[in-house]
């Protein structure tokens, strides 16, 4: 028979990328008393990655619990951006309902949509919360018009579109429903939780089943399953059995050593967990998410959509380069295989496979930040490595036609550079589905265009667009292949001499195009120093000193001038490099080079 447990509710929060949900949970945390009164604490507490910290962007959903007039909530912070959308889904089965966070000037954005859609499927309840009203430029009553049609739109229940509205400014700390008055503490965010969300419900009579949504992974006690008890309750050295719905034959017996429960940011051991509640359980080996763990006398898996397939591909591969294990503390095929295999542990979109060779691995995730993000982790441990061009995944269908994975992008900028964005996406094959003019002079642009086409566009379109416009981009499956797309205008300038750059050199070599590094920087031959915007690769020599004559010194002319050079982050290089080239990651640098770094090699190459 099922029950309601009215001591707990769980609750993901939603939003688009910067709305301020991570912000809001902090708040939700130190009103509820889970910091005392003089502790120091960080901002954006959850993010708890330095690359999350860096870009203001949460990548790894996390759990965290506050307890509010005796009602313990769990809450569920999860990524925004749609490359970590894999999170999202799996998330949402822990919960019984969400918390959309809407910037109060921005309004819903796409992304706001693909994890809301997510979310009324799974037919969870909505607390709308529209963040940032105290923004000078706020207009908090049309967003609430705009959250309403999106709910119509994407076929929402009566019961959802009928959800509380909450405004609140996570940063002064206050929450209010109504948003000319200023609130003075987060207490209508807490009671619209406690009186929309619906306490979880369950059989606790049943056996136990938890179905495993997230992994944690930790040095010292291995795989850490977090999922919902759905029915029943258990103890510490119970034993167990793992099923998985979507693997009929899966069948283990397991014991559970240790079992923990979310208060505040910490987890604490308990002895026994009972239906409703959200738990880790740690000292299971080999413990997978979409797993279900049951009583043994009642192996009954519980459903979850499979997780979405990866779209883009890269090689990593060992570093080869004259420069190569000078800087890295991991450099061999053994530490970079570890490695990657270790990222399954936690990371359910990614996937890793062996190649011909042993020094190469093909590693496939959703996109480019889902990929560039595992390198800047990986590099910032200590690992040396080179990582290919990105390149979509194609499949074909019954009839043996090339289908290629295709993006829906939504790009606001302002109305002067609309024309140069629809230009530069039509040549990547892209197709105007839609163009509206909104508050002020902001054109939104939305595309459907091929994933490849926007392989190396960012950077472009940031500059085309001064740094004005933002684009984000949904996954909308497989289409027809749209042809050939030619990537870059512009060529390499590439050092046919190693050596260290000197002034001389680099002040000859600058009219031939824009360089990426100054004086006094190691280069090997077949690095990539620059590029050539006439297109095509020219040789060039960095290193060239001055020749003295006999009647001056070599030092002695007139000081000689550079443009200041354009140093790449990883994201640019990766975007930058063509098909026959590699980015060089160590510790301490990123180089761009050739595959055949001997020219005569790659003329050669070329020719065949």
């Keep these: 028979m099922n029950i309601k447990r009215e001591d707990i509710r769980n609750v993901a929060i939603i939003a688009h990328v910067d709305h301020g949900k991570t912000t809001l949970v902090d708040n939700l945390l130190r009103q509820s008393g889970v910091f005392r009164t003089n502790q120091v604490v960080q901002e954006r507490v959850m993010d708890s990655n330095d690359i999350e910290r860096e870009r203001g962007i949460t990548i790894l959903s996390k759990n965290t619990a506050v307890e509010y007039n005796g009602i313990k909530i769990n809450i569920v912070d999860t990524p925004g951006h749609a490359d970590f959308g894999g999170e999202v889904e799996r998330v949402l089965k822990m919960v019984d309902g969400v918390i959309l966070v809407v910037d109060a000037f921005e309004g819903p954005m796409p992304q706001t949509r693909f994890v809301l859609r997510k979310a009324l499927e799974l037919d969870l309840a909505v607390v709308v919360c529209v963040n940032k009203i105290d923004r000078p430029e706020a207009r908090p009553e049309e967003v609430v018009d705009e959250v309403l049609e999106l709910l119509i739109d994407l076929d929402a229940s009566d019961e959802q579109i009928d959800c509380p509205f909450i405004f609140a400014s996570a940063k002064e700390g206050y929450a209010t429903e109504d948003p000319n008055v200023k609130g003075t503490d987060m207490k209508p965010l807490f009671e619209a939780i406690i009186s929309s969300i619906p306490a979880p419900e369950g059989d606790p ?15 010292y006690v291995g795989r850490i399953g977090v999922g919902k008890v759905s029915n029943g309750s258990f103890k510490v050295n119970d034993e ?62 519980i459903p979850f959509q499979k997780i979405s397939e990866p779209t883009i591909s890269m090689n990593f591969l060992v570093n080869d380069s004259p420069l190569a294990g000078r800087e890295g503390k991991y450099v061999t095929s053994r530490h970079l295989r570890n490695r990657l295999f270790r990222e399954l542990n936690t990371d359910v979109s990614l996937r890793v496979e062996e190649t011909d060779s042993t020094d190469c691995f093909k590693v496939s995730g959703r996109g480019e930040l889902h990929l560039s993000v595992l390198i800047e982790n990986m590099r910032r441990e200590g690992y040396e490595f080179a990582v290919s061009k990105a390149e979509v995944i194609y499949k074909t269908d019954e009839q043996g036609k090339l289908l290629e994975p295709m993006e829906q992008a939504f790009i606001d900028v302002p109305e002067d550079f609309s024309g140069v964005v629809i230009e530069k996406l039509s040549f990547r094959k892209g197709e105007l589905m839609n163009m509206t003019t909104s508050k002020g002079s902001i054109v939104r642009l939305e595309f459907l265009i091929p994933s490849r086409g926007l392989i190396g566009y960012r950077d472009e379109f940031l500059t085309d667009t001064k740094g004005n416009g933002v684009i984000n981009t949904l996954f909308a499956g497989y289409g027809p292949y749209k042809g050939d797309i030619a990537y870059r205008q512009v060529g390499s300038l590439v050092a046919f001499e190693a050596g260290e750059t ?16 100054g004086p006094g920087e190691q280069v090997y031959q077949g690095m990539v120093v620059g590029e050539n915007p006439k297109g095509g690769d020219i040789e060039i020599n960095v290193c060239k000193k001055k020749q003295m004559t ?59």
């Design 205 to 219: 009579e049943r056996g136990f089943q938890v179905l495993i949504s997230t992994i944690d992974y930790n040095e």
């Design 502 to 517: 000197v002034t001389y050199g680099l002040f000859n070599a600058q009219e031939r195009g824009l360089l990426f590094l």
């Design 240 to 301: 167990a059995v793992i099923v998985n719905a979507h693997e009929p034959d899966k069948s283990k017996k397991v014991k559970i050593s240790k079992l923990y429960e979310f208060e505040g940011l910490k987890k604490v051991e308990v002895q026994e967990a009972h239906m409703g509640s959200i738990v880790a359980i740690s000292g299971i080996a080999d413990i997978h998410i979409g797993d279900t763990l049951c009583a043994p006398d009642a192996p009954d898996p």
């Design 550 to 608: 006999n009647t001056r010194a070599s030092g002695s002319d007139e000081a000689l001038k550079l443009v200041p050079h354009k140093e790449l982050s990883l994201e640019q290089a990766l975007d930058f490099i063509e098909a026959d080239e590699l980015v060089e990651v160590t510790p301490k640098h990123i180089r761009m080079r050739k595959k055949i770094l001997d020219p005569k090699q790659r003329m050669r190459a070329n020719k065949k």
